[in-house]
């Protein structure tokens, strides 16, 4: 009996064992069939982590050599992150560390839960801590366990504000690029461009990512290290941008900008309603003058060797710390009362490639041209300005329901439009006849079927696109067409009844550069620059060289010694052409003599003496100094308000050897010969060696308590500035 019950207790554990057997010989079949590349994938996680190496950023320079853009040494404070997984350890931690730094423990906290830090890596919780304060930290190691100081790299910018709206700035990767940047390599806790060529030449700048690859053990504590590729720092790039010349024009930009609101715009009264144009104003009104730019261009290369905008802005605000609401006292987006900021005092905005203008005279050059080369006008055609233009297609009984009549602008004290008499080409150019190009505008169209031909004419020169120049946020332009009213129309920029078509009146407003046209600085330098080089349109050019990372400081501070700089590609120094706008030697001669005129004179004789309109800003122009020849011109702004017209001048060097194109706009700042024409001249006579310019010098450390964008920075001297204004019956365009 008891051997019966042994054996079955023996064939119950035969039974129980069998079955565990199988069980486990199952579970085996499973995982080694069905889980084997999931678990050795989760094997392999386990075993290896990866850190990234972090490229370093290449430097910018400008064309001397000038560092604008370095990497500066800091000392952060972090903690090793195995130390601070429990929270009680963590919060005691995090509590001794602010005292030392003077970061809040829930600022550190935030960090800890935010993920934005590699977890092999110690987590930073204080940047750019003094020395003292990082070796009092490492002397209390045993009251701080896990606290480290390690080295990093911050942005600086030794010469700002000079050029900050070229050079730009940095900042976090946002929630809304955060996948791009992630795609391409990046980790969050980078820095990259925000604006500027630190923007457009991020990909050359930022470098490669290499990494570390780390065995490391269950708890996640490093092992060993398994593979190192080493991260490739961004290249070095040097711009056109002379920061002399930078700095002249931004000065000279910013200090005529401030004397025009010393100045004093009429109101005058209106003939038909006997009261003054504004009646809530005064028979005064001063000038805003709150905006402009400037541009320089060598128009043999396309090189730009300054652009100034203004307002201005110091972009070392970017790498400081700008919380507590600093960051809208700078850069307000809306008034204290919440109303939208003025767009006019907007401060991040490069107003030489960004902004968008009506070129009024300055745009004449280019409607001549038209004419001269479709063949409706000869070198030599004349035509007698009565001082107003009747378009010739419109009929007496439509001229009831539509403007048919357009005048000159009013000459000062006659009250009347000014009458020039019998004027070609050249003359017209150089007194600014509004007529003589108004019959330009109508005729252009009514004997092309009314095709499109003054703006197919006007786009060789660059106008309606971008111009290619590498900055961000370029604006295109508008050359005005019936596709653009069109959509001006949809988008209820213009009534629907003015979007049905485009008009011959609209070609009258367009050959004068009014109406819808709108253009950037930089468009109009570079139209410019092509009638200097006879036909010529270059692709601004911003960027001089690309060299290879770890260009070597020069001896002299602040520079870099380019002559031991290795191209990382083959620079461009001929300039990239993007057409050849077919112009004879006569049809140049016909434009190039009238832009001349317009500086030295003589004017014309009709019912009295009209001078040209920049003669009496350059009648004290030195003999030695670079020869010149340009326009002037006068946009109306808003409401026809003679306080609202904004100021434009272009011109360009007749020197051979000195290749300069320079353009300026000021906004709402009177006639182009008052206000743009003034800094033309004074940067003329820099460029000249006459005028003296303030040496370029290192920056003063930022003020962080005084909370204004940028420091004022103007001219001492403004002599230059001076014409022969006395008492005139013509108006200054």
Not at 395 to 403: K, S
Not at 478 to 489: F, G
Not at 648 to 667: C, G
Not at 697 to 708: C, H, I
């Amino acid at each position: 009996m008891a051997l019966d019950k042994r054996a079955t207790r023996l064939g119950v554990l035969a039974l129980v064992a069998t079955m565990l057997f199988g069980l486990v010989g199952t579970r085996l079949w499973f995982i080694q069939t069905i889980e084997q590349e999931a678990l050795q994938e989760e094997v392999e996680q386990i075993k290896r982590q990866t850190v990234p190496l972090l490229p370093e950023r290449g430097r910018i320079f400008d064309a001397d050599g000038r560092i604008l853009a370095d990497n500066e040494r800091v000392l952060t404070v972090a903690i090793d992150w195995e130390l601070i997984r429990p929270s009680d350890d963590r919060a005691e931690i995090f509590r001794r560390v602010s005292g030392w730094v003077g970061v809040p423990v829930e600022e550190m906290e935030e960090r800890y839960r935010s993920g934005e830090f590699e977890r092999l890596l110690p987590m930073p919780v204080a940047e750019d801590v003094d020395e003292p304060t990082a070796a009092a930290i490492l002397e209390r190691v045993e009251d701080l366990p896990g606290v480290q100081i390690i080295e990093q790299a911050r942005r600086v910018y030794p010469y700002a504000p000079l050029a900050s709206h070229v050079v730009g700035y940095m900042g976090r990767i946002t929630a809304e690029t955060k996948d791009e940047y992630l795609d391409r390599g990046y980790e969050l806790i980078e820095r990259v461009g925000k604006f500027g060529v630190e923007l457009s030449m991020e990909d050359q700048l930022h470098g490669r990512p290499g990494r570390v690859v780390f065995e490391v053990d269950k708890s996640g504590r490093i092992v060993r290290e398994v593979e190192r590729i080493p991260a490739v720092n961004g290249n070095d790039i040097q711009l056109t941008i002379d920061l002399d010349q930078q700095q002249f024009a931004e000065q000279a930009l910013e200090t005529q900008l401030e004397l025009r609101r010393t100045e004093l715009a009429p109101n005058p009264v209106d003939s038909e309603s006997n009261q003054r144009v504004d009646p809530t104003q005064g028979p005064e009104v001063p000038f805003k003058a709150p905006a402009g730019a400037v541009v320089i261009e060598n128009h043999d290369n396309g090189h730009i060797v300054a652009l100034a905008s203004y307002p201005t802005f110091d972009n070392r605000w970017f790498e400081s710390d700008l919380g507590d609401g600093r960051f809208e006292q700078l850069f307000p987006s809306v008034n204290p009362d919440g109303t939208p900021i003025d767009p006019d005092r907007s401060i991040l905005v490069n107003r030489a490639i960004q902004g968008r203008y009506n070129l009024g005279s300055t745009f004449k050059p280019f409607t001549a041209y038209a004419a001269l080369s479709t063949g409706l006008l000869d070198t030599g055609s004349t035509y007698d300005d009565t001082g107003t233009y009747r378009m010739e297609s419109i009929t007496d009984d439509l001229c009831q329901q539509v403007r048919c009549v357009f005048k000159n602008a009013t000459c000062p004290r006659l009250g009347e439009p000014c009458v020039y008499g019998p004027v070609d080409v050249t003359l017209a150019l150089a007194v600014s006849s509004d007529a003589f190009f108004y019959r330009i505008g109508e005729l252009l169209m009514t004997r092309n079927d009314n095709r499109p031909v003054l703006q197919d004419q006007v786009r060789l020169f660059g106008f309606g696109a971008d111009t290619g120049i590498d900055l961000p946020f370029e604006f295109d332009g508008t050359v005005p067409d019936r596709e653009l009213k069109a959509r001006y129309a949809q988008l209820g920029v213009i009534t629907e009844d003015e979007g049905r078509d485009y008009y011959t009146g609209d070609n009258v407003q367009l050959a004068i550069g009014q109406g819808l046209l709108s253009a950037s600085p930089l468009h109009l330098a570079t139209g410019y620059a092509a009638i200097a080089n006879r036909g010529t349109v270059y692709r601004p050019e911003i960027i001089r060289a690309v060299y290879e990372p770890g260009v070597p400081d020069a001896v002299e501070p602040g520079y870099a010694d380019i002559a031991r700089a290795r191209f990382a590609e083959e620079p461009n120094v001929a300039g990239e052409v993007v057409r050849q706008v077919p112009m004879s030697s006569e049809i140049h001669t016909e434009i190039d003599d009238g832009l001349r005129r317009v500086v030295t004179g003589p004017g014309t004789f009709s019912d009295q003496y009209h001078s040209t309109t920049g003669e009496k800003l350059f009648r004290r122009y030195p003999p030695e100094a670079i020869p010149v020849a340009g326009k002037t011109g006068t946009a109306q702004g808003f409401e026809n308000y003679p306080w609202n017209d904004s100021s434009a001048f272009a011109a360009y060097s007749k020197d051979p050897e000195r290749p300069f194109t320079v353009a300026a706009y000021l906004e709402k700042s009177g006639y182009g010969a008052s206000a743009a024409g003034p800094v033309v001249k004074c940067v003329f006579l820099q460029l000249s060696g006459i005028t003296p310019a303030d040496p370029v010098e290192l920056s003063d450390p930022l003020d962080t308590t005084n909370l204004v964008p940028a420091p004022e920075n103007r001219l001492d001297d403004t002599s230059c500035y001076e014409g022969e204004f006395a008492p005139s019956l013509d108006p200054l365009d």
